[in-house]
């Protein structure tokens, strides 16, 4: 895939970059090496200075941002704005939090006698170069909250962006540059994926973290795992979204429609199962379907667009195949179901869809289905719920509507997600740990299990 901006809105290509060589990329991983020596002693209150100055460079021209992330994957550039603002907050809470999330831990006084020593103290110490494999759909987001944490903790980053995504991966360089941070402490790789296996194995980089397709997760895993480097991945999701008896139906299918069309249905922690309990499947099908209807789909700069087109044709390609094969398998269509052919929408739109009578034969009852379609199921109890909503590879989130104590026990104890959102729909926060389970991937980003991912924890024992 080369390095290009291409306008999803109507396929034009607007600027290619050539490949960083072998000569440039040595350059840049001695550079990292060379200034993690330095960077790794700083102290936390200079760390937080300059990322208290990044974020507020970004809050600054959140709106020039904004427009070349819509420019390159095609959101909504409303949502744009709305993720640059989000990446400012995360800076922002780990500039404020990161000193007492990796501060010294003193074991309890009984443990330290018992071992014979007269203190221990466990320490998180920064590992290295750590390089982050980034995907396109959230191209600010997916960084910063990798690149927030391991920056305040005393690592250095490296970053091989989607390709798709040049321009903001070029920003994001510039951005800890402009704040004052030193050139090494975070640099832009424009690599293909090609060069991703070599760089992983250079014994200067120390650990790693992906976020996007499964495959791309086994391949880094695999790298990492033969050269024995922490790595982080979060992978796809096909989370559930249930709804029971004791809803609030009208609130519960509003929200879905959001919770299935955000960032034009291109996220992995979007909703995508629907799974309804059958006294109140009728009702809240027919609302969740005329919110679908109801969305515009156009140019994704103006404002009032609510879905704008997929970021690749390679991508509208994967979601009609999906459609289609569950057409062809018996598959009711409520809307959608088909490409958009409209003169004035020349780029890789697709329309809000809604299936219905999806049975385990289909693909899109296994496979992820990164667009705006939503595949809607019938559950005769809570345990039947449960029991579709499990029946996936992935395990990233899940959300569920329930006014009842006894099911939301019930749910959180048996469904196999790395979240469970009661009466809203999943969304991520600086605050709180991020991840998934199963075919989703492992570790956790955001909040202090994030930010101890990359640390050595150093046990410090002093003799009696």
Not at 245 to 251: E, K, T
């Amino acid at each position: 895939m080369p390095i290009a901006t291409v306008n999803p809105a109507n396929g034009e290509t607007l600027k290619t970059y050539e490949a960083m060589g072998a000569e440039e990329i040595e350059r840049r991983l001695q550079l990292a090496q060379a200034t993690f020596r330095t960077y790794r002693t700083t102290s936390f209150a200079d760390r937080a200075a300059l990322m208290h100055k990044a974020a507020g460079l970004l809050g600054d021209i959140q709106q020039d941002i904004g427009r070349v992330m819509t420019t390159e994957m095609g959101k909504p550039v409303k949502q744009a704005r709305a993720e640059a603002t989000k990446c400012a907050k995360a800076m922002r809470w780990y500039a404020d939090h990161a000193e007492s999330l990796l501060a010294d831990e003193e074991p309890a006084e009984f443990d330290v006698k018992d071992s014979g020593a007269s203190r221990v103290r466990v320490q998180y110490r920064p590992l290295g170069p750590v390089l982050a494999v980034m995907p396109w759909n959230f191209p600010l987001w997916q960084v910063i909250r990798f690149a927030a944490p391991a920056l305040m903790a005393g690592n250095v980053g490296l970053l091989k962006h989607a390709s798709n995504v040049p321009q903001t991966a070029l920003f994001l360089e510039d951005l800890f540059h402009q704040a004052g941070y030193s050139e090494g402490v975070f640099q832009t790789l424009l690599v293909g994926s090609d060069a991703v296996d070599d760089i992983l194995r250079d014994e200067r980089v120390k650990a790693a973290t992906l976020t996007g397709s499964e495959p791309a997760g086994r391949a880094v895993a695999s790298t990492a795992g033969n050269m024995v480097k922490k790595t982080v991945l979060e992978l796809g999701g096909s989370d559930p979204y249930i709804v029971m008896p004791s809803a609030d139906i009208d609130r519960a299918a509003q929200i879905a429609v959001t919770a299935r069309v955000q960032n034009n249905g291109q996220s992995c922690i979007a909703a995508k199962r629907f799974i309804v309990h059958t006294d109140v499947y009728d009702a809240f099908a027919e609302r969740f379907v005329e919110g679908m209807k109801a969305l515009k789909v156009g140019d994704p700069m103006e404002e009032d667009t609510d879905v704008g087109p997929l970021s690749t044709e390679q991508g509208r390609a994967d979601v009609e195949e999906l459609v289609d094969d569950a057409k062809r398998s018996g598959a009711a269509v409520l809307c959608g179901g088909h490409r958009l052919r409209r003169p004035e929408l020349p780029g890789w739109y697709y329309p809000p869809t809604v299936l219905a009578d999806i049975t385990r034969e289909m693909r899109i009852h296994r496979e992820e289905a990164f667009g705006p379609v939503a595949t809607l199921y019938r559950a005769a109890d809570l345990d039947e719920a449960v029991l579709i909503a499990n029946d996936s590879p992935f395990g990233l989130s899940s959300n569920v509507w329930t006014r009842d104590g006894a099911e939301v026990d019930r749910f959180v104890r048996d469904l196999e997600a790395g979240g469970v959102f009661f009466n809203g729909m999943t969304a991520s926060h600086p605050a709180f740990p991020f991840g998934g389970v199963k075919r989703s991937g492992y570790g956790r980003e955001l909040s202090g299990h994030g930010i101890r991912e990359f640390c050595n924890i150093t046990t410090v024992w002093h003799g009696a």
